[in-house]
């Protein structure tokens, strides 16, 4: 037996944890056979923790500017505020799409912008930014009380943070008063600050990405995790990114999923010095994220958006157990060059699970199921 076998037995039949090294070695493996028994090592986990449930969720994404002062080598979505394609939305538009977006039985709204000092959204009242932010929860949930505010990432917060001279943990008590329910793990990309300092210097370091994140969890705002993948990194600095991820969620539990985001490179400053990732590559980092993550994470998301339909049907092969939400108007990948849309219907994500032959299961936000569909066996 070699190692990744002894590795994967392990794994699957007691209560071992991946090491980073362990984690490490899968991802180096290009073997058909050795992946083959990764995916299948993954398999058996997800149906362990999930069954054959797969989870959705009907929501909508909104990016209210792509305006932004950081300059990510890895982001097609950033405009200067000159730029003639740099938007700011206004309330008009907001309304119209959340109003649609409810009246389609949608649970969750999501938003995030660029980091844009002089943002100013047109409608609302505030003048500084950090009240701006907060008028803004506030707005939403005085149109739809019932909807649930997913938005903000830790970069956000840090950034409010020095413009307003406010802590962090000061700013998330104020947003979460003012409305917000959970927020994305996003802007984590590689949490190795030998990579961010090459791909995202102006961004927030590995130590204050954790610092924000679990401060959140601490006052009981659940956030989203992520990975951004299929750039610079090694496949080490994947396996450390994913032991970052299990310590918070060790000390914190308040991450509701994991979501891999492989690279979408087309349109951004790293196009010509990267390796395109393979369908394989994309699964492979499913099923590892499944074995690293077991019962920490129950919740592997594949991002259909990154990935496409097909695949992300596919990857319920490969531990996943969740295919994510509708969207409605995604446009950071497709601003990044992705060829699979803005956003799905219902009944799309409904029939990409049956066609794999699991049952498709309604959740909210934080996963709880609202509604499950059982198919024929």
């Not at 961010?196 to 927030?204: A, E, G, Q, V």
């Amino acid at each position: 037996m070699n190692e990744i076998n002894k590795i994967l037995t392990k794994v699957t039949e007691s209560d071992y944890r991946l090491t980073v090294n362990d984690a490490a070695l899968l991802f180096n493996s290009n073997n058909e056979i050795e992946i083959k028994s990764i995916k299948d090592a993954a398999d058996i986990i997800r149906r362990n923790i999930a069954g054959d449930t797969v989870s959705y969720i009907v929501n909508l994404n909104v990016n209210f500017t792509n305006i932004c002062e950081a300059v990510c080598l890895f982001c097609g979505f950033r405009r200067s505020e000159s730029d003639p394609e740099s938007y700011i939305i206004n309330l008009d538009e907001f309304e119209e799409r959340l109003y649609n977006a409810v009246e389609n039985e949608a649970t969750e709204v999501c938003f995030q912008g660029g980091l844009h000092s002089k943002l100013q959204i047109h409608g609302l009242k505030s003048k500084n930014i950090l009240d701006m932010y907060a008028e803004l929860l506030t707005w939403v949930k005085n149109r739809h009380p019932k909807i649930h505010i997913h938005a903000y990432s830790p970069e956000e917060i840090g950034f409010l943070s020095i413009l307003s001279g406010k802590s962090p943990d000061y700013i998330l008590e104020y947003l979460k008063d003012s409305g917000l329910d959970s927020m994305p793990g996003t802007a984590a990309e590689i949490l190795v600050d030998e990579v961010r300092s090459k791909i995202c210097s102006k961004k927030l370091n590995t130590k204050k990405w954790i610092e924000i994140i679990e401060l959140a969890h601490k006052l009981n705002i659940p956030s989203t995790s992520t990975i951004m993948y299929g750039h610079i990194e090694t496949n080490y600095h994947r396996a450390k990114h994913l032991e970052v991820l299990r310590n918070i969620q060790d000390k914190t539990g308040g991450f509701t999923e994991f979501i891999p985001l492989p690279f979408i490179a087309n349109k951004t400053l790293l196009r010509d010095k990267i390796t395109p990732l393979t369908s394989t590559d994309r699964l492979k980092m499913l099923a590892i994220s499944r074995l690293f993550f077991k019962e920490s994470i129950p919740n592997i998301q594949a991002s259909w958006v990154k990935q496409g339909l097909e695949e992300t049907a596919e990857s319920l092969n490969w531990g996943v157990n969740d295919v994510g939400g509708t969207l409605g108007d995604e446009k950071i990948t497709l601003a990044a060059g992705g060829t699979f849309g803005r956003g799905v219907s219902k009944e799309e994500l409904i029939d990409l699970i049956k066609s794999n032959n699991k049952k498709p299961a309604l959740r909210d936000t934080l996963y709880n199921y609202v509604q499950e569909q059982v198919i024929a066996r």
